[in-house]
């Protein structure tokens, strides 16, 4: 099995530009999460999807954050404008049901906005 | 009270040391304490878990201890090597509800074994 895919592993912006970040959960998982990592608040749970379906998504910032999920083998996490306080790791992670134990996480994306 | 707090913030041990790592919670529903390593570039991975249940676990140099009573549980590294060298994530899981499965993570200890 390859894992969670992500793309691109790096992405340098300027400010106020889109960014699209992109996720491949493992084959038959059925729960998606977007987490962001940064040295000040450590690892954040943005918003999680079951069975495509965003179930929870109060840790997402602001409305400039947005998520989908449109199909089981696909996610999008885009940022809309960019700000460089965007600036993180951004890790996807996918478990085979909702609630079990295991979560598996990608290599993360860092995003750096100038 | 959904927060894990997690300490030290870095440690560094000696080949051959024990290392420890010390996390604390709140919320006494929370249903299971699993640890992550994450090794530079990469993302976390799933190293031992325990549940609220049981003292301790054991998988071969690791240990978590569990503290249910004072809401504290602990990582124990035994033999510590310099392929130890990761940053380490506790986390509990809140329980079922409307945000089932959803882990809240410590900010990360970042381990430093010394050849």
């Known amino acids: 099995d390859a894992g969670v895919i992500q793309s691109p592993r790096h992405e340098v912006t300027e400010m106020g530009q889109e960014v699209t970040l992109r996720c491949k959960p493992i084959?038959?998982?059925?729960?998606l999460f977007w987490y962001r990592q940064t040295m000040m608040r450590g690892l954040e749970l943005l918003i999680y999807?079951?069975?495509?379906?965003?179930?929870?998504d109060s840790g997402m910032p602001e409305d400039r954050f947005s998520a989908k999920m449109p199909n089981a083998s696909f996610s999008t996490l885009k940022i809309q404008p960019s700000e460089p306080r965007d600036s993180a790791v951004y890790f996807c992670?996918?478990?085979?049901?909702?609630?079990?134990?295991?979560?598996?996480f990608g290599p993360g994306t860092r995003l750096t906005v100038t | 009270q959904q927060q894990v707090k997690q300490s030290p913030q870095s440690l560094i041990v000696q080949k051959g040391g024990i290392s420890i790592i010390n996390c604390a919670y709140e919320?006494?529903?929370?249903?299971?304490f699993p640890w992550y390593q994450q090794f530079p570039g990469k993302g976390p991975a799933l190293l031992i878990a325990?549940?609220?249940?049981?003292s301790e676990k054991k998988e071969g140099r690791f240990t978590i201890s569990f503290n249910k009573s004072a809401k504290q549980f602990s990582l124990h590294i035994m033999d510590s090597q310099p392929g130890d060298s990761a940053t380490y994530f506790c986390a509990a899981r809140k329980p079922y509800g409307g945000s089932q499965g959803n882990l809240i993570f410590g900010k990360g200890t970042k381990l430093s074994v010394k050849p």
């Open positions: 084959s038959g998982h059925n729960s």
């Open positions: 919320n006494t529903a929370f249903d299971y």
């Open positions: 992670a996918s478990s085979p049901y909702e609630g079990a134990h295991e979560q598996y």
């Open positions: 325990i549940r609220p249940d049981v």
């Open positions: 999807f079951n069975n495509n379906v965003p179930i929870d």
